[in-house]
């Protein structure tokens, strides 16, 4: 028998030619990204979180690989129609340690696309703007019991 998550999401998500916003750049930059998680409130020290995003406006000029490196908290809100959940830590890209929060919507209704509310990579990127993903890539655990 697997244990129940009390608040949780896994994410496997991709997501087009999407605005996104670089610290100390003044336009913003079109990419493809692509968002992965498997967490946990009960297992935060083996959580996983990642975000890659690949720059097609300049190409590779702004690509790069986050990968969070301590998830400090996360929750789970049920409303009417959809769950949010909040994740928050610090990560690294490349060598640099930055603090991050991420918000994740998982929709009920089968006909609507989940959303990636926002991710912030303080001092560094912001993705601000909701970014729809095919529904199902975004699963809030703990939510159904909430």
Not at 19 to 25: E, N
Not at 29 to 56: H, M, Q, W
Not at 62 to 91: D, M, P, Q, W
Not at 117 to 124: P, R
């Amino acid at each position: 028998m697997g244990v129940i998550c009390p608040c949780g999401v896994t994410v496997d998500a991709c997501a087009e030619n999407k605005p996104v916003k670089f610290h100390k750049v003044w336009k913003k930059v079109k990419g493809n990204l692509t968002y992965k998680a498997n967490i946990c409130v009960t297992t935060l020290p083996s959580s996983t979180l990642s975000l890659r995003f690949e720059d097609i406006d300049t190409p590779d000029r702004f690509s790069f690989l986050f990968t969070a490196n301590c998830i400090t908290s996360i929750t789970c809100n049920k409303e009417r129609y959809h769950c949010t959940v909040t994740v928050k830590g610090t990560g690294t890209v490349g060598m640099m340690e930055y603090p991050f929060e991420a918000v994740f919507l998982d929709q009920v209704s089968q006909s609507a696309n989940d959303i990636v509310q926002s991710f912030v990579i303080k001092g560094f990127f912001n993705q601000k703007c909701a970014v729809q993903v095919p529904q199902g890539s975004i699963v809030a655990l703990g939510c159904q019991e909430m």
